[in-house]
Nanobody
Framework: QVQLVESGGGLVQPGGSLRLSCAAS????????IGWFRQAPGKEREAVSCIYSSDGKLYYADSVKGRFTISRDNAKNTVYLQMNSLKPEDTAVYYC???????WGQGTQVTVSS
């Protein structure tokens, strides 16, 4: 069974850091393009960052460039999102997924607030 489980969210003050994890089971992450997405209350889900399998190319939304870093640990079958210099506008539920996969997991809540 293909499954992706997000973890690592929490409450952090502005300027703080969090590292999100996306653990896969039932398939190998390194064969697929994997993305991190987020959805804030009242807003549509948006792509934050992606890592592509074929050439390792990375994508970042303009709003997170220079602050977020996506990485992959093939041995652990896990993709990470390191988030630094967090801002209140980063508050959202964060999801990971295989690009184009229609099923979504529970996500992990990130709240940036003082």
């Amino acid at each position: 069974q293909v499954q992706l489980v997000e973890s690592g969210g929490g409450l952090v003050q502005p300027g703080g850091s969090l590292r999100l994890s996306c653990a896969a089971s039932g398939f190998s992450l390194d064969n697929y393009a994997i993305g991190w997405f987020r959805q804030a209350p009242g807003k549509e889900r948006e792509a934050v960052s992606c890592i592509y399998s074929s050439d390792g190319k990375l994508y970042y939304a303009d709003s997170v460039k220079g602050r977020f870093t996506i990485s992959r640990d093939n041995a652990k079958n896990t993709v990470y999102l390191q988030m630094n210099s967090l801002k209140p506008e980063d508050t959202a539920v964060y999801y990971c997924n295989v690009l184009g996969r229609p099923t979504w997991g529970q996500g992990t809540q990130v709240t940036v607030s003082s």
